[in-house]
């Protein structure tokens, strides 16, 4: 699908509800279908990858229902699937499970699609393989055959901070005899931790290491709050198109998500938080933000793991800054549905962006008037087309992205949103 995209000649106001976490919605229904009996959740995320995650409960014999909420039914184990479990274009979903899986008394087989089966698994394997599990795989990329086996804890000292090596271990930590400790060099994103928590699960955490024993989860009724990764592209909307101003409502402001509103205020954009909460120990509240004259900042080290996922329409705001933005320390980049880095660097430049690449992140000299008039490529990857659509409101001549349906694997409703505070 192709996407026109062409300058806002108006600025964008309103106030918008931003849907589910899709983190938070993996873990709740992952673990709501660990527990034994009902749970309810609440704004359940209509992405695709979320939806992945889903259908491999039910294939693994959970009972759920969604309508306007989530209900799960569970026995609190799963049961082995008749079918290989696909787990379409997401990471979270295949290397949850194979944690998961690799500690059940039955075979299982994880697949997804193309671009899945081009990234690294072999993170997991390896922890995994130490605690006695028996993943194949060839050369450490799905298809992935998975020999369940009685597991033990082992103490791992992971050498990146990724949330989803993290969230793995601990799944399979939580089946496992004896402890489990997993150690990471800064604090990825702890959903996970959170909510093991809130569901009663034996779990500690300090710093950048986290302890997990044998435990059984409770039921639970979850409520998700609005994504700030979504969040993230209106944020930077109201921040380069002229004289915006928009409130997006009951965004969850986990400190372990919340890097690119550190980002935001280091460039001295204009921004506040409103009405603060917490919803199944998570964080939320209102964002108002507007149109700002932004500098440029070096992000790196600890920040990283905050807005991993925000990067490329970072860049995007960097374009807009007063100086040179640099990004280092962001080499896992390289390892997501595209070749973030590279794929953000070539695309943008084809806007008329002065970017350069780097091994680990790259270099923004602001600030700079885009051109456009041009098409460009998403690579399969919904965050560059998101990216791309945010560049295109500010491009003197109007752009073609393609394949920007790739954006219903986290944002369905991204098109009809904009259209809320669109008012040109």
């Known amino acids: 699908m192709k996407k026109i995209v062409r300058k806002l ?68 184990k799963f049961t082995p699937a008749k079918t290989p479990l696909d787990c379409g274009n997401s990471g979270t979903t295949m290397r949850f499970f194979t944690g998961i899986l690799a500690g059940q008394n039955f075979n299982s087989v994880l ?33 992935l055959q998975i020999f369940g086996k009685k597991l033990n804890g082992i103490e791992y000292k992971c050498p990146l901070s990724s949330a989803q090596v993290k969230s793995s271990i601990l799944l399979a930590g939580l089946q496992a005899e004896g402890k489990t400790v997993f150690h990471e060099p800064f604090l990825s994103r702890n959903h996970t ?25 409770s039921p639970c009724t979850f409520e998700i709050c609005g994504d700030i990764s979504s969040a993230a592209y209106f944020m930077v909307m109201s921040a380069i198109v002229p004289n915006s101003d928009i409130i997006l409502e009951n965004v969850g402001l986990n400190p372990t998500r919340t890097g690119i509103l550190e980002v935001l205020k280091l460039m001295g954009a204009d921004f506040e938080i409103l009405d603060k909460k917490e919803l199944c120990k998570e964080p939320s509240g209102d964002i108002r933000i ?14 990283i793991p905050k807005l991993i996922d925000e990067i490329p329409v970072i860049a995007v705001l960097a374009t807009q800054a007063e100086g040179k933005t640099v990004i280092k320390d962001a080499q896992d980049l390289r390892n997501k549905e595209s070749d973030r880095i590279k794929c953000t660097v070539t695309e943008l430049k084809k806007l008329g962006a002065n970017i350069e690449e780097t091994q680990d992140g790259m270099i923004i000299y602001g600030k700079t008037t885009l051109k456009g008039g041009c098409e460009v490529e998403t690579y399969q990857d919904h965050r560059l087309a998101m990216s791309l659509f945010c560049a295109g409101l500010i491009c003197e001549k109007e752009i073609s992205i393609n394949g920007f349906d790739w954006v219903n694997i986290s944002f369905p409703e991204f098109e009809k949103i904009f259209e809320t505070i669109f008012s040109d």
């Open 111 to 143: 697949t997804g699609d193309e671009s899945l089966s081009k990234r690294p698994m072999k993170r997991v394997i390896d922890p995994l393989t130490l605690m006695g599990a028996d993943i194949q795989g060839k050369s450490g990329f799905a298809p």
């Open 193 to 217: 931790e959170k909510m093991l928590e809130f569901m009663g699960a034996n779990i500690q955490t300090r710093n950048c290491t986290t302890i997990i024993e044998k435990s059984e989860l």
């Open 9 to 76: 000649n108006s600025p964008i106001k309103g106030q918008i509800k931003i849907p589910a976490d899709k983190s938070i919605s993996h873990r709740a229904v992952i673990f709501a279908s660990l527990a034994k009996g009902k749970s309810i959740i609440k704004n359940f995320s209509a992405g695709k990858d979320p939806l992945s995650s889903l259908e491999i409960c039910k294939k693994l014999g959970v009972n759920a229902e969604l309508k306007n909420d989530l209900i799960i039914n569970s026995d609190g």
């Open 290 to 303: 507007k149109f700002s004259n932004l500098k440029g900042v070096t992000i790196e080290g600890d920040l």
